[in-house]
């Protein structure tokens, strides 16, 4: 038990974003503020406020990526408001803990988006290595050198052009707890790449990773959520799921039907499965696979417990489409 918390706690780095609640005068077409080490918050009005009108709007706050004193943020955001001279603040929410989960769930590795691997063949570097060379021993001989100059342009380029993310730019990721007489609800996380639309970002915790990256925080309409910004980042979103009354076990798939399916034995050989159709009992693999799930789903745990990944394209009957992300959905469990 002390050990999953610690892996809790060395997981879960500082929450980054929460909401505010600010007063603003008119005339006013929207506010924007720099909160120096941890990012910027702008907030556009639509329509905007006339002179003499006065409203309380909800904004999106960046936080620093170090834990500050409970009130010091609220009082540097506060300060920065008030030197605008049009907007206070009136409420800081406070960030999304995410108590009712287990400390095992929180521990989970989050998903690694953005490496990126090189789509041209290795062949091109040697390619480049004989062009070197023999350009070396042509040195006198021009049209020659020329010639392979040009060769060696034409493979650096296709070499660069042809890197490419080995991840999706955005992905959502069910970890579950399983087994028939498995409840409490999953942790829903939502990786993407650079930037992220959050719809309720009250109910959400929002982490970035590099943690110092960065965060702009963009506001407008309720009905559009929230925008967030980090150049180079991945943004997480993370909020509890409930199941419901869905399950998963061997016995029984009775969650979701699942195009892939894989499952990593507790001697550590991974398996593909092939389809779980909803209703169904686990299907039987092979004893190995060279087809093994994507690395960046993969989380690093020791040997001695089964890991279980799966992905269905199928929208979640408790979800409505529109709060999914485009793409699959993968559901990671273990000791199935």
Known sequence: MIGELFLALTQLSSPRAVLGRVEIDGPSAGISIELPGAGSAS???EPPLVAGERRQLELAVPLAPDSLPDGAWSRAVGETLVRDGRARLVELSKPVELGELPAELL????PVLGAQVARAPWSALFVLGAAFAITLSRRRQIVVVSAIALLACA???ALTLGLRPDSPEQVRLLDARLGIDAEGPWLDVRASRDSARVADLASTRIEVAPRHISLACESGSPSLGVSLRAPGATLYQLRAFDPGT???AREVNAFASFEEVWLREADGAWRAMGPWPLGEPLPQGPSVTQNAPPGWLVPVLPMGISIFLARTERPLDSEPTSAVPAGA????????
């Open 43 to 45: 907030l556009a009005i």
């Open 107 to 110: 521990a989970r590795p989050r």
């Open 155 to 157: 493979s650096v380029l």
């Open 246 to 248: 869905r399950r998963l």
């Open 329 to 336: 959905t993968w559901v990671r469990g273990l000791g199935l």
